[in-house]
């Protein structure tokens, strides 16, 4: 029954099997904040610091808990009580609780490293561990999908001759006119919640993860299909990604709150925004690239001024999650659209409401191209609309379960909406007819048939 | 006034959740006593066939042992269990496990003794997935995820909402599957959802650990997700009945203290199957007993509980007794009185508890006037009652008491708290008419069914019935079905507004069915002041929220109600309430007596009426309902039986053998009086009365009819309840520093103390002697006279004083002396005194021109004087005349100051015996403070 569970054997994101070469120093961030994230975050991190330990930044392990004693101290295994209690004897107080103990060799470098001073390596020793251990290699992606994942991204490159869906521990890549599989990109994260292309086409921003583990954004060399960067390493999924009108800025949200903004190509963090006390869900920027807005989990959208991070305004009309925004075309005003089942156009000046629209089910990202802005809902529909006057336009029916992901491509006018059931469909936006239906999932119709 | 009323229900729900979140109980939590198996007679096997029909069925197995004695013990752990074909059917433990398809005997060996049982297996061949409702949210039910506390709270927890026990489960397959992208589930790599992983806290889980992966729940959740999170089909089967096997009534005698419980769900096909593993136990009473994960029940001490079993929707219980020899126990045959102390002493005896003596009479006297009638009897009362010599003059005692006023005014009272009777709720003539009401129908002793039916289909004008009050107290349709079921069927039902009771089998369609007797009343203010007419529509129905569904009148044990188109269907409420053989209304009233005599219910608290809140002594409730149905509803026949019971005329004191007992009645159980018998009491003890705003000034704090008409500060204090819900627990019994503030020096008692007219100035203006104050004050307030040693006591107290006024004026002697030396001191040394000290008296003295001055002291005098004319003089321009006045003006003073100073300290010397007043006072505030006077007992 797990053949394919056996394939890709233990899928976690960090690759904690290899071990630090003998004769090289032991690393903090490469050999022991994997093993520390794995084993004993969840005890010993910010939702549960049991014995007052934490271990979620150099500093905090290496600070006194309950104890008395600091989880580490340079040349002493004696008093480093992280060391005393891994390789304790006593099965009631070695850690980690209820569970097995560390294999020999992990104990073993451990050791090493505090006989070796328990240095630092990394340059901030207050940041999460989870920002400073390096960016995984991801396992394989199944040969053939045993169960097809939820489309939760797609988009079209910028010809139009493909179309990019996010997998398992990969991108999928298909030719819109007929639904035939392109080619895969490897080396991403489990699931993909976002994507975002670069305005001239080069660079694919990916935002994935492993829920409750592991979020990263992912930015591909798209004629390559490799990682050109990793960024912005949190604790839980990127929920949305979104490259600047001018290509110079990547900002991306998560399920830490935080909104981050990228210098692009460098990569280097220009902001980090908190506002939100949860969930980011979504991100767009205004035309001119100087406000950003955002909704959350925490039921309201927000408009930043993207250089200084500034608050400019909070919509909080939803009185849900906030799952898509766009700005208007002429920027004044906001769409944002989420569990309430509705649209809400609003005003950056004073957040106040002046239209919205509703649908059957809970909506999606937004998407706005040109004149026309896109939803997707549970309801099953897809539809366009008159961006200006959110007047409908078209509704594009077909999928069999919720749609969760829309992208228009204007050259060709075609609308694409991945579904629930990993299901995509491919729609001529001039006249709404279906061009071409499939899983995004290779093997999946094989294997299910 | 709102903000309590949340905290109460906030506090009732607070207890529920904290029942809910307590983690799973593993067999190895506890020490297990080895089995005895002995010699049974013969062993018998659950189930008796069984039927393996799926790959992933199971069965537990339960042997139970019956030995020549009679007793019986559960023998499943020391069984031996064995296959005839382990190709057919293997065991782990006393679990059978499907192999292949085929049959083949399961035999068991215990004790020399064998059984043999056929089993089929079948269906092996063919794949069975894991279903959505039977597997996967009992499973999560089983953990605890949906729990109230947890993610089945209303908001749920960490952006993760459940439904609570798994009540509704559209809204669980929403969130499960369905929710963030599916973000839960990994059907590609099932082991590392966020389902399993977060209770497993491979990733942290604010929840903390609650989920291993040996739990059979994992396998479960975990299958489920690896065959692609599949909802039920619409043909799947369903369940219909929950069997637990043993049913109620095994006892168990150490050393067998364990029972392994087997769990069948029943499917509408009639097929069976063992779902053990995944119900959730919970037992009535923990000291009692426990039960494991795996549906071990194990007992701790002697006693009853109730093992609650809960699968899905589906709620059962099974009832064990628990008993052991206790060492030097013989049973002594105590006398009954009647039915009530036959069915006390069965329970007793089982549980090997022996009952304590009857009381005294002085105990009795005291007992029973402050059960029936609220207030201590009187000097005279005791004494007449202690001299009479008649055997059965406490049954004739009992027969009076409940024939005075007071004891349907006292009453009254009790049924005031659950009607909510207050001025707010039914205005200042409405609570008048509507206590009068009450009261009138307890002093003509109108049967209990038709008092119910009378409230219930009141009508009309509230002035003119005052019944139609209570539609005026429950104020629209849910409160109508949560008052109506919490005081006349004992279940609170609130929760079930929202969804299914999460411990009891009240559904959220229960509750909306209950509503459809009561939305069509209408309410309607009349032109007169505090009139509401009462009436009803004759159309109108209830929707059920969740489901959208028009409800049917639904009644309890009968089902919908099919023909409902009446002109009143509370009428339909009211025959079906009413009728004798209701399973609810005769005993929750009966309870309710039972509480009002002993302080306890034999279900506790009395309207919590539930499978998880068993009566301790279902037979002695059995059979007090059936008395009161078979005397026509009459509430006086009840309490006179109780009342007339040797258990009711228990001591308070316990002996050694059951000194354990708290729930049993083996013993009378002191409670603190309440708040308003507590008041009278002091006023009757003070003979000082209190005066209640405009009210009657005969009126008694037990006879008030609605708390809100006079606020009274020491009622509040000692748990007066404000009548905001129709729940007894508003009437708090939890003692508070407040009360002791109010005992050890309280405005009430003080004034009550110092009344120039109390009960002991009385006796002094008529002068009686110490002795005799003495005990007519014991008699008051504790009905019996002082022991010796308490009058000893009390009299060298008294005496006591004396002594002290001895020293207290020896004391002031020495005082005065000191003062009158300090004036000579001030005369002999005053010009540098004064100078120093009274600087600015003199300058103020000599602005004000005094001209005369007496002289003492001259020569010093002088002195001073040329001083201050030297250093004064010039600056203020004052004349040496004017300083000498002003001088002997401020010497006066002090010296003038001093004398009354001690005319005063003179004043307070006391005579001899002067102090016996103060000594009474003392006397009367102590007996105030006994446990004695502060306890019904």
């Known amino acids: 029954m797990y053949r394919i569970s056996s394939l890709l054997a233990f899928s976690l994101s960090f690759s904690i099997a290899f071990s630090a070469i003998a004769d090289e120093p032991v690393s903090f961030r490469k050999d022991l904040a994997p093993i520390l994230l794995d084993k004993c975050l969840a005890c010993h991190g910010p939702k549960k610091a049991e014995g007052g330990l934490r271990v979620d930044s150099f500093e905090r392990v290496t600070k006194e808990g309950d104890s008395g004693s600091p989880g580490f101290v340079a040349n002493d295994l004696e008093t480093s009580e992280v060391f005393r209690r891994i390789s304790s004897a006593d099965e009631s107080e070695r850690m980690p609780a209820e569970s097995d103990a560390l294999p020999a060799d992990q104990i073993a470098l451990f050791k090493r490293w505090i006989e070796e001073g328990a240095k630092f390596d990394g340059d901030n020793p207050a940041a999460d561990l989870i920002t400073i251990v390096p960016a995984p290699v991801h396992p394989e992606p199944p040969a053939a999908y045993r169960y097809a994942m939820p489309i939760a991204a797609v988009v079209f490159s910028h010809d139009g001759k493909e179309l990019i869906a996010g997998g398992y521990h990969e991108l999928t890549v298909w030719n819109p006119a007929d639904g035939t599989l392109i080619r895969r990109i490897k080396n991403v ?51 949305d990604v979104a490259f600047s009108p001018q290509g110079d800025r990547l900002a991306v949200g998560a399920a830490d709150g935080t909104i981050r903004v990228f210098e692009i190509p460098s990569g280097s963090e220009q902001l980090s925004i908190t506002s939100h006390s949860d969930w980011v869900m979504a991100l767009a920027w205004n035309a001119d690239g100087t406000k950003l807005a955002s909704g959350s989990r925490d039921k309201t959208a927000k408009v930043f001024d993207s250089k200084t991070g500034e608050l400019l305004v909070t919509y909080s009309g939803h009185g849900e999650a906030v799952k898509g925004v766009a700005f208007h075309p002429e920027n004044n005003d906001v769409f944002s659209a989420g569990t309430d089942k509705k649209i809400h156009r609003w005003k950056i000046s004073d957040a106040a409401k002046t239209a919205e629209v509703a649908f059957g089910g809970e909506v999606f990202k937004l998407s706005l191209s040109g004149e026309f802005l896109f939803a997707s809902s549970a309801d099953k529909s897809v539809r366009q609309f008159e961006a200006n006057t959110q007047k409908q336009l078209r509704s594009f029916a077909g999928q069999q379960d919720w749609a969760i992901s829309v992208a228009y491509h204007a050259e060709t006018k075609r609308v694409a909406s991945g579904g629930f059931d990993g299901n995509v469909r491919i729609w001529n936006a001039e006249d709404g007819a279906e061009i071409a239906s499939f899983f995004a999932a290779p093997g999946y119709e094989t294997v299910a048939k | 006034m709102k903000m309590a009323l949340q905290g109460i229900r906030t506090g009732a729900f607070a207890v ?164 963030d992208f599916g973000r839960r589930t990994n059907s590609l790599e099932p082991a590392e959802s966020l389902l399993l992983l977060k209770p497993l806290m491979k990733v ?129 045959n105590p006398p009954t009185n009647n039915y009530i102390d036959e069915a006390v002493d069965a329970k007793l005896q089982q549980l090997k508890f022996l009952p304590s003596d009857v009381c005294t009479d002085e105990e009795f006297v005291r007992r029973v006037y402050l059960d029936v009638i609220g207030i201590l009897p009187t000097v005279e009362e005791v004494r007449t009652y202690s001299a009479d010599t008649a055997s059965d003059k406490r049954a004739k005692l009992i027969d009076q008491l409940l024939e005075r006023p007071e004891f349907a005014k006292f009453w009254t009272l009790k049924w005031g708290d659950l009607l909510r009777l207050t001025s707010k709720q039914v205005g200042g003539d409405g609570v008048y008419k509507y206590h009068r009401w009450v009261e009138r129908a307890i002093a003509a002793n109108m049967p209990y069914d038709q008092f119910a039916r009378e409230l219930l289909t009141a009508s009309g004008s509230s002035h003119l019935n005052p019944a139609a009050n209570f539609y005026r107290t429950a104020t629209d349709t849910n409160d109508c079905v949560e008052t109506i079921s919490q005081v006349f069927l004992g279940a609170r039902l609130q929760c079930a507004k929202c969804h299914n009771h999460p411990f009891e089998r009240w559904t959220q369609d229960n509750y909306y069915g209950m509503a459809a007797f009561f939305n069509r009343v209408q309410r309607q203010n009349t032109p ?174 037990t006879q008030l009819p609605a708390p809100d008409l006079v606020k009274h500060e020491f009622l509040k204090i000692f748990g007066q309840p404000e009548r905001q819900t129709v729940c007894q627990c508003e009437r708090s019994s939890e003692s508070n520093l407040g009360m002791a503030i109010q005992f050890f020096n309280g405005p009430l008692i003080y004034n009550k103390l110092r009344d120039g007219n109390n009960r002991f100035r009385q006796l002094l203006n008529q002068q009686k002697q110490d002795q005799e104050i003495i005990t007519e004050l014991h008699f008051a307030a504790v009905n019996r006279p002082p022991t010796e040693k308490e009058l000893a006591a009390t009299l060298n107290h008294i005496s006591s004083k004396d002594e002290q006024i001895a020293q207290h004026n020896a004391e002031t002697d020495t005082k005065v002396a000191a003062m009158n030396k300090a004036v000579a001191d001030i005369r002999k040394t005053f010009e540098v005194k004064l100078f120093d000290a009274k600087l600015q008296t003199i300058t103020e003295a000599i602005r004000v021109d005094a001209k005369t001055a007496l002289a003492t002291e001259e020569g010093k005098r002088d002195e001073v004087q040329k001083y201050l004319v030297a250093k004064l003089g010039a600056s203020l321009a004052v004349s040496a005349e004017e300083v000498t006045a002003a001088l002997d003006e401020a010497a006066q003073k002090i010296v003038a100051d001093t004398a009354t100073q001690i005319a005063e300290l003179e004043k307070l010397k006391q005579a001899p015996g002067s102090r016996r007043i103060e000594a009474l006072e003392d006397v009367c505030w102590a007996l105030l403070n006994t446990n004695e006077f502060l306890f019904q007992h």
Not at chain 2, 17 to 46: H, K, N, S, Y
Not at chain 2, 50 to 71: C, H, I, K, N, P
Not at chain 2, 280 to 286: A, H, L
Not at chain 2, 633 to 644: P, Q, T
């Open chain 1, 189 to 239: 994260g489990q699931r993909t919640r976002a994507l975002s292309l670069s305005p001239d086409g080069t660079l694919l921003a990916v935002g994935c993860g492993a829920p409750g583990r592991l979020g990263e954004t992912r930015v591909f060399d798209m004629a390559k299909g490799e990682v050109v960067k990793v960024l912005g390493t949190t604790s839980d999924e990127v929920l």
């Open chain 2, 204 to 332: 942290p889980h604010g929840g903390g650990l609650k989920l291993h992966a040996r739990d059979p729940a994992y396998e479960v959740i975990r299958d489920w997700i690896a065959e692609g999170c599949q909802l039920d089909p619409p043909e799947q089967l369903r369940v219909v009945k929950l069997q637990v096997y043993p049913p109620s009534g095994r006892l168990l005698k150490r050393p067998a203290h364990t029972q392994q419980l087997a769990i069948l769900a029943h499917y509408s096909d009639g097929s069976v199957r063992d779902v053990t593993e995944l119900a959730v136990y919970t037992s009535s009473d923990e000291a009692v007993a426990s039960v494991t994960e795996g549906g071990l029940v194990v007992g701790k001490d002697r006693g009853e509980a109730a093992v609650i079993v809960r699968y899905k929707e589906f709620i059962e219980s099974s009832f064990v007794t628990f008993v052991r020899d206790i060492e030097g126990f013989a049973w002594n």
């Open chain 2, 528 to 701: 007169k002041p505090d009139e509401t007419f009462i009436w009803v529509s004759n159309k109108g129905e209830v929707t059920q929220p969740r489901t959208g569904k028009q409800m049917k009148p639904w009644l309890p044990g009968d089902g919908d109600v099919e023909q409902a188109e009446v002109d009143d269907r509370r009428v339909l409420f009211a025959d079906w309430l009413t009728r004798p053989d209701n399973p609810f209304f005769a005993k929750i009233e009966a309870n309710r007596i039972w509480s009002h005599l002993f302080g306890r219910g034999i279900v506790d608290p009395p309207d919590d009426f539930r499978d998880s809140n068993p009566p301790s002594n279902a037979a002695l409730l059995e059979s007090l309902a059936a008395d009161f149905v078979k005397s026509g509803f009459d509430r006086k026949h009840v309490i006179r039986a109780i009342l007339n019971s040797r258990t009711y005329q228990s001591s308070f004191e316990p002996n050694d053998f059951n000194k354990d007992d708290a729930k049993y009645f083996s013993h009378y159980q002191p409670r603190l009086l309440s708040a308003e018998q507590l008041l009278d009491a002091i006023c009757d003890v003070t003979a000082v009365p209190e005066t209640f705003g405009s009210l009657p000034t005969t009126t008694r704090a």
């Open chain 2, 16 to 179: 529920v959740a904290w029942a809910a979140i307590g983690g799973l109980t593993r067999a190895d939590d506890f020490t297990l006593e080895p089995i005895q198996v002995g010699a049974p007679q013969r062993i018998e096997v659950f189930p008796p066939a069984v039927t393996l029909a799926g790959v992933r069925e199971q069965m537990q197995m339960v042997v139970t042992g019956y030995y020549a004695d009679g007793s019986v013990q559960d023998l499943t752990r020391a069984a031996e269990f064995a296959s005839t074909n382990a190709e057919v059917f293997t065991l782990d433990g006393s679990v059978a496990l499907p192999k292949a398809d085929g049959s083949a005997d399961l035999n068991v060996t215990v004790g020399g003794t064998e059984a043999s049982i056929p089993v089929q297996v079948a269906n092996q061949a063919a794949p069975q997935g894991v279903s959505f409702e039977y597997g996967t949210l009992a499973a999560l039910s089983k953990q605890g995820c949906n729990a109230g506390a947890c993610h089945g709270s209303p908001s749920g927890k960490g952006g993760f909402r459940l439904s609570l026990r798994a009540f509704d489960p559209e809204l669980d397959k929403l969130t499960l599957i369905h929710e």
